[in-house]
């Protein structure tokens, strides 16, 4: 059995802060890759951030640098990525996933995915 499970989505105000997590189950998350993307209605899948498997660097889009930040717990097998500064444009669900060899932009890279958690960022 190998899960990834999303959590924290909800909705908050412009200028407001979440974190969301994703927990791994069946298989170690310290050896993955571990990328956020987001699915706006209407938009394609956008790769929002990733933390590489190797050396712990992360990887963030230009939308997001500065606003979010992703860190990895290899004790509770979770990653999160902490939002702040949300904007009306970040309203999308979200979906973490795992890549087996390092972090890419591609979604197709990727092995296994949650099931989204959705975010709404309005007043």
């Known amino acids: 059995q190998v899960q990834l499970v999303e959590s924290g989505g909800g909705l908050v105000q412009p200028g407001g802060s979440l974190r969301l997590s994703c927990a791994a189950s069946?298989?170690?998350?310290?050896?993955?890759?571990i990328g956020w993307f987001r699915q706006a209605p209407g938009k394609e899948r956008e790769g929002v951030s990733c933390?590489?498997?190797?050396?712990?660097?992360?990887f963030y889009a230009d939308s997001v640098k500065g606003r979010f930040t992703i860190s990895r717990d290899n004790a509770k097998n979770t990653v999160y990525l902490q939002m702040s500064s949300l904007k009306p444009e970040d309203t999308a669900v979200y979906y973490c996933?795992?890549?087996?060899?390092?972090?890419?932009?591609?979604?197709?890279?990727?092995?296994?995915w949650g099931q989204g958690t959705q975010v709404t960022v309005s007043s």
């Open positions: 069946g298989f170690t998350l310290d050896y993955y890759a």
């Open positions: 933390i590489s498997p190797s050396d712990g660097s992360t």
């Open positions: 996933a795992a890549a087996g060899l390092d972090c890419s932009q591609y979604a197709s890279r990727y092995d296994y």
